[in-house]
C-alpha cells in the first residue's frame, strides 16, 4: 500500500536541518560561562540549524543531535 500523506514535505526547506560540529571558539560565544561547567565533554558539542541558518539546538553528541531532528520529523544533514 503505498500512501501520499506525509508528515513534511520532502522538497520544502523547512523539513531540513543541518548539523555540525562547534569548535571551541564558536562554542564560547554561543554559551554563558557557567553553562560550560556544566557541560562533560565540550569537545562532543553539535549545533542543529534550520535550513534559513537558525539556530535550533545544541546537543552533546552526534547521535543525539540526529536523534531530535528525527524525533520532530525533520530530515537532518550532516554539514563539515
Known amino acids: 500500500m503505498i500512501t501520499t500523506e506525509l ?3 520532502p522538497f520544502e526547506s ?8 562547534l569548535d571551541a571558539d564558536e562554542l ?3 554559551m554563558p560561562a557557567n553553562a ?3 557541560i562533560k565533554d565540550p569537545e ?3 549545533v542543529v540549524l534550520s535550513a534559513d541558518g537558525v539556530r535550533l539546538a545544541v546537543v ?3 547521535d543525539a543531535a540526529f536523534a ?9 544533514l550532516s554539514v563539515h
Do not use: C, S, W
Open 44 to 46: 562532543e558539542l553539535f
Open 28 to 30: 564560547q560565544t554561543l
Open 14 to 21: 523547512d523539513a531540513f536541518v543541518y548539523i555540525r560540529h
Open 36 to 38: 560550560m561547567e556544566q
Open 68 to 76: 531530535a531532528a528525527l524525533a520532530n520529523d525533520l530530515k537532518p
Open 60 to 62: 552533546e553528541g552526534r
Open 7 to 9: 508528515k513534511t514535505n
